[in-house]
């Protein structure tokens, strides 16, 4: 029997090696696959047309894992680029001589409207440099259509249509849930966060007052820059857009063409009619044209300079938590690290510090915070924030020595919560599950998640967010040069944008990455002698690899099926990532 279990055993141990080896030759040769391919440098034939259709969602920073967008479920791969690669290659484009034009060829593009604010930006550069953009969708959302407008034509499929609407955010609340579970969520806020609407999905069932007039604020803000865009873009009235979108006006080619919202109903084939004379291309010809993620792989023709002296950019997006973070989230000891590694390093001469964030832990953020106050003092600090720097995210922003926001950036929300659940009616009611303890204090029980807060332990966790309220609001007026009480009337967690936001003194000047490195660059006197160095630095192959193996591959497999439910499925591991004092902007909406 004794020699029977040995064999067993050792069949079995035999069996998850065997297994380990095999799923580590697999990911290492798709790995191998996909890095052979993206180092492959890539040949431009003149007259080329560069393709520009992105699919997957775009960050501020170009992911280097070899497994980021591999879809698992038809091992399919499409890397996504990152805002800062495409704002890199559209310069590139400018400067290539072999480079005609740049055809747009998106109905909807997965980004918020900061982000696509950066590149429309980056392409009017483009545009302005005498080269053309011609831009095709079978239909236009709002997002793409706004990219699309700054092109020098504009097409659509003959039965196409463009979702030309106004703005409209949609907010998730929980509290009917929490009631059936009879799971009872404590709040926190402390007594002047009104529009700390953060905590409102677990306490309302719809929007409070505040939280609505903060919103309607919000998307009025939003809204009047696209249009205004637009109008200048199409020679279009901003009253006449407006009251387009309110009648639905764009449901086919042939209004959109009589509102001059495109210049032609085509189908692609004519489309590819109209490149070739762009690009002086004989019809019977092909069309030479290059997507734009094999373009990141095209020699440069811009010198750059051969320089050691370095300007570090610095990018946090995700949540703020606690620990080491992920490219999905601002881990204070990994952030921390990071700005700590750039300030000692004697060839990093000025940092930009691009915050992409919605906030989270309080004493994470504080903790980063401390880091930008000391690199503060040794070299210039500048911001640059992306969609959203709010709450925790603009705490960690305060000590810069400047700060950019672009003019749709949501940022502001100063202010904190605390949220404590009580699982005692769902353990207790619903799974007949009872709990006792015993103590050796009176308030040993604090924080005892399995019952309701004494009188007492509410007070003294009120006493808490007052006290940290109050430290964000002493931290702004001192890093702001503002008065205590003009920035209490502004806080109360109240979100802002960018526009609003420098009117505000929140941040100093509107503009983009590319402006906040500008900035830095002259505040540091390295004329055009510098180079861009990315923290935080990258992790070694192996561990990427490691890491896809222990629980990343199954979070991508997730999202693949999940695909637009997806974000449900982040909201729910948000939640249950949240400890301690929250700095947080409002995590349940969406703005469309």
């Given at each position: 029997?004794?020699?029977?279990?040995?064999?067993?055993?050792?069949?079995?141990?035999?069996?998850?090696?065997?297994?380990?080896?095999?799923?580590?030759?697999?990911?290492?040769?798709?790995?191998?696959?996909?890095?052979?391919?993206?180092?492959?440098?890539?040949?431009?034939?003149?007259?080329?047309?560069?393709?520009?259709?992105?699919?997957?969602?775009?960050?501020?920073?170009?992911?280097?894992?070899?497994?980021?967008?591999?879809?698992?479920?038809?091992?399919?791969?499409?890397?996504?680029?990152?805002?800062?690669?495409i704002l890199k290659n559209i310069e590139k484009a400018i400067h290539d001589p072999d480079i005609r034009g740049i055809f747009l060829d998106m109905e909807s593009i997965p980004a918020r409207g900061t982000t696509i604010e950066e590149i429309r930006n980056k392409l009017m550069e483009f545009k302005e440099s005498g080269k053309f953009i011609l831009s095709y969708g079978n239909s236009y959302d709002q997002g793409a259509y706004y990219l699309a407008s700054l092109a020098d034509n504009i097409y659509m499929n003959p039965e196409g249509l463009i979702l030309f609407k106004g703005l409209h955010a949609q907010l998730t609340f929980l509290k009917g849930l929490l009631d059936?579970?009879?799971v009872e969520m404590q709040i926190v806020?402390?007594?002047?966060?009104?529009?700390?609407?953060?905590?409102?999905?677990?306490?309302?069932?719809?929007?409070?007052?505040?939280?609505?007039?903060?919103?309607?604020?919000?998307?009025?803000?939003?809204w009047g820059k696209i249009v205004l865009a637009i109008s200048q873009s199409r020679g279009i009235g901003i009253e006449d857009l407006n009251t387009i979108a309110d009648n639905l006006d764009l449901t086919t080619s042939e209004k959109a063409l009589k509102l001059n919202f495109i210049d032609g109903a085509l189908f692609r084939d004519q489309v590819y009619d109209k490149l070739k004379e762009l690009t002086d291309t004989d019809k019977d010809d092909d069309l030479e044209m290059v997507s734009f993620g094999s373009y990141v792989n095209a020699k440069?023709?811009?010198?750059?300079?051969?320089?050691?002296?370095?300007?570090?950019?610095?990018?946090?997006?995700?949540?703020?938590?606690?620990?080491?973070?992920?490219?999905?989230?601002?881990?204070?000891?990994?952030?921390?690290?990071?700005?700590?590694?750039?300030?000692?390093?004697?060839?990093?001469?000025?940092?930009?510090?691009?915050?992409?964030?919605?906030?989270?832990?309080?004493?994470?953020?504080?903790?980063?915070?401390?880091?930008?106050?000391?690199?503060?003092?040794?070299?210039?600090?500048?911001?640059?924030?992306?969609?959203?720097?709010?709450?925790?995210?603009?705490?960690?922003?305060?000590?810069?020595?400047?700060?950019?926001?672009?003019?749709?950036?949501?940022?502001?929300?100063?202010?904190?919560?605390?949220?404590?659940?009580?699982?005692?009616?769902?353990?207790?009611?619903?799974?007949?599950?009872?709990?006792?303890?015993?103590?050796?204090?009176?308030?040993?029980?604090?924080?005892?998640?399995?019952?309701?807060?004494?009188?007492?332990?509410?007070?003294?966790?009120?006493?808490?967010?007052?006290?940290?309220?109050?430290?964000?609001?002493?931290?702004?007026?001192?890093?702001?040069?503002?008065?205590?009480?003009?920035?209490?009337?502004i806080a109360r967690g109240r979100v802002w944008t960018g526009v609003d936001a420098k009117e505000l003194g929140l941040v100093d000047e509107l503009g983009g990455l590319e402006d906040a490195i500008a900035y830095a660059v002259e505040q540091a006197d390295l004329g055009d002698k510098y180079r861009i160095r990315e923290y935080p630095l990258r992790k070694p192959f192996f561990k990427q690899m490691m890491e896809e193996l222990t629980g990343q591959a199954r979070a991508r497999i997730i999202g693949d099926e999940l695909n637009e439910f997806k974000t449900y499925y982040d909201q729910i591991q948000t939640i249950q990532k949240m400890e301690g004092v929250q700095a947080r902007l409002p995590f349940f909406y969406s703005i469309n």
């Open positions: 029997m004794k020699d029977f279990i040995k064999f067993m055993f050792a069949s079995f141990l035999g069996t998850l090696l065997t297994m380990i080896i095999i799923s580590l030759l697999f990911f290492g040769m798709i790995a191998g696959v996909v890095a052979l391919a993206e180092s492959e440098e890539v040949e431009i034939e003149p007259n080329t047309v560069l393709h520009i259709s992105w699919t997957t969602q775009i960050k501020d920073r170009s992911s280097d894992n070899p497994f980021e967008g591999f879809n698992f479920a038809d091992m399919s791969a499409e890397k996504p680029v990152g805002l800062n690669d059936k579970i009879d806020r402390g007594p002047n966060n009104k529009y700390k609407s953060a905590v409102e999905p677990l306490m309302l069932d719809k929007m409070s007052e505040a939280n609505r007039e903060q919103f309607t604020v919000l998307l009025n803000s939003i440069s023709h811009k010198k750059e300079p051969s320089a050691k002296d370095r300007v570090a950019v610095i990018y946090a997006q995700g949540d703020i938590i606690q620990g080491k973070g992920d490219p999905n989230s601002i881990g204070a000891e990994t952030m921390a690290k990071a700005i700590r590694v750039a300030r000692k390093s004697e060839k990093v001469k000025a940092i930009v510090f691009r915050v992409n964030s919605p906030g989270g832990d309080a004493l994470a953020s504080d903790i980063i915070r401390r880091e930008v106050e000391l690199a503060k003092e040794a070299k210039p600090f500048v911001v640059s924030m992306g969609d959203v720097a709010a709450s925790g995210g603009y705490w960690i922003s305060t000590n810069a020595d400047y700060i950019f926001a672009q003019p749709t950036t949501i940022t502001g929300s100063i202010g904190v919560f605390g949220v404590i659940p009580n699982f005692q009616g769902l353990f207790n009611k619903k799974l007949g599950i009872t709990f006792d303890n015993v103590m050796t204090n009176k308030n040993s029980d604090f924080i005892d998640v399995m019952k309701p807060m004494s009188e007492f332990q509410h007070r003294k966790l009120d006493e808490l967010i007052i006290k940290i309220y109050d430290d964000f609001v002493s931290l702004v007026a001192e890093t702001r040069d503002l008065d205590p009480g003009f920035v209490d009337g």
